[in-house]
C-alpha cells in the first residue's frame, strides 16, 4: 500500500500536507509539518513586508468548519525565503512549497523575480485568491487580470509554478478560468481556498463571531468540501493533462481524502482540520485512506485518480 504521488518532477512520500495559513506562520510550525507524516509542507503565504494581520478575534472554529478573516499575517518574504532556502537540502524528500500574495501585481511580481533569482530548487504558490483584505477584490474572480498576471510572470518565470484559486460555482466559469490557464506551462492549480465572506452567527449572543468586516469571513471545512470536489473535477476534466491539482477543502477523514483523488487531486491539503486537530491529523488520515483503499483492493493512488464514474 503506498499513499506516494507526483507533481511534475517533485515526488512525494505521502499525498497529505498542510492547506497554506495553517500550522505555517513560523518555522517552528512549517518543521512541526515536516516532521510529521505530511508528504510536504507549504509557507503562510508572504507579502513582501511581515504583516500583523487583521484584529482578533479572526478565527473561529465552527461545528461544520471554520471561518477566519486573518488578513494575511506573516513573517514577511525574507523571512519564508531564507526558511526554504535553509530547508530544502535538509528534507529533500519532502518538497517545499513557498506561498506568496503579493497585495497588488508589483507585490507578486517582485516577490517572484526573487524566488526566480534565489537558489531555491522547490515549488512556488502564487495565491491569487485571499477573501480577507480589506477593500481587496479577490485576484481569481477577475478573469482579465489573472490572465495579466500570469503573462507577466511567465515572461520571466521558469521554476515550477502553481495558482491557488478561489472557487468557482459556475460552469461557464470554469471554462473561462481554464481557457486562460491552460495558455501557461503552470505545474500545478490548487483548489479551492475558502468559500469567501460567509457569515457565522452566535444565535446565544446575536452577534457575528469573528470581528473583521462585521463578521464576514471565508468558511472552511465541511461546508465546502462538495464546492472543493466540483472544483478539483472541473478542472481535472478541463486542464491540460500537464497542469496537476493539488486539491483543498473539507479534507477530515479518508475518506474525504479519497474523494479528492477520484475527483483528479495529485496532492491534498488540509486545514480546518490540521487546525482542529493539529499535525496528528495526517497520520490519522493516512491511515483511513489506506484503509479505505484496502477495501476497495487498490494499492497506489493511481489507480483511482482522476477515475471518478458519472451515470
Ligand atoms: C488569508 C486567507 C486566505 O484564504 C488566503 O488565501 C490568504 C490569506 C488571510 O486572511 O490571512
Given at each position: ?5 507526483t ?22 510550525d512549517?518543521?512541526d ?6 508528504g ?15 484584529p ?8 461544520l ?6 488578513g ?6 525574507d ?6 532556502l535553509?530547508?530544502?537540502d535538509?528534507?529533500?524528500e519532502k ?15 517582485d ?13 512556488t504558490?502564487?495565491?491569487?485568491s485571499?477573501?480577507n483584505l480589506?477593500g ?11 490572465e495579466l498576471i500570469l503573462?507577466e510572470?511567465?515572461?520571466?518565470f521558469?521554476?515550477p509554478?502553481?495558482v ?8 461557464v ?5 481554464a481557457?486562460?490557464l491552460?495558455?501557461?506551462p503552470?505545474t500545478?492549480v490548487n ?5 469567501g ?9 446575536e452577534?457575528v ?6 463578521g464576514f469571513?471565508?468558511?472552511g ?10 472544483n ?13 491539482i493539488?486539491g483543498?477543502?473539507g ?5 474525504d481524502?479519497?474523494e479528492?483523488i ?7 491539503q ?5 487546525q ?35 451515470i
Open positions: 500500500m503506498s499513499l506516494k504521488t507533481i511534475n518532477q517533485f515526488t512525494f512520500e505521502n499525498c497529505l500536507m498542510n492547506a497554506s495559513g495553517v500550522h505555517c506562520l513560523t518555522s517552528t512549517m518543521l509539518v515536516l516532521n510529521s507524516d505530511a510536504a509542507v507549504i509557507t503562510k503565504s508572504a507579502t513582501p513586508q511581515e504583516r500583523a494581520g487583521n482578533s478575534p479572526r478565527y473561529f472554529d465552527v461545528p468548519g471554520s471561518i477566519n478573516s486573518m494575511l499575517p506573516n513573517n514577511g518574504f523571512y519564508y525565503l531564507e526558511f526554504v535553509g530547508q530544502q535538509k528534507t529533500p518538497p517545499l512549497f513557498f506561498s506568496v500574495a503579493g497585495m497588488s501585481f508589483n507585490e507578486n511580481i516577490m517572484l523575480t526573487k524566488i526566480q533569482e534565489s537558489t531555491y530548487t522547490g515549488l504558490e502564487l495565491n491569487l485571499c477573501p480589506p481587496k477584490p479577490q485576484v481569481g474572480y477577475d478573469f482579465e487580470q489573472t503573462t510572470v511567465f515572461s520571466f521558469t521554476k509554478l502553481g491557488k484559486l478561489p472557487p468557482y460555482f459556475d460552469i466559469h470554469f471554462e473561462q478560468m481557457d486562460i491552460n495558455k501557461f503552470l500545478y483548489s479551492i481556498n475558502s468559500i465572506n460567509g457569515l457565522y452567527i452566535d444565535i446565544d449572543a452577534s463571531v469573528i470581528k473583521p468586516k462585521n469571513g471565508g468558511l471545512g465541511d461546508y465546502v468540501k462538495p464546492t472543493a470536489l466540483a478539483v473535477r472541473a478542472f481535472r476534466t478541463l486542464l491540460k493533462p500537464e497542469i496537476a493539488v483543498t477543502g479534507i477530515k477523514s479518508g475518506q481524502a479519497f479528492h477520484l475527483c483528479g487531486a495529485s496532492m491534498l488540509i486545514g480546518t482540520q490540521l482542529k486537530e493539529g499535525t496528528a491529523a495526517f497520520e490519522r488520515i493516512s491511515r483511513e485512506l489506506a484503509e479505505v483503499m484496502a477495501e476497495k483492493g487498490y494499492q497506489t493512488l493511481d489507480e483511482f485518480r482522476g477515475k471518478l464514474k458519472t
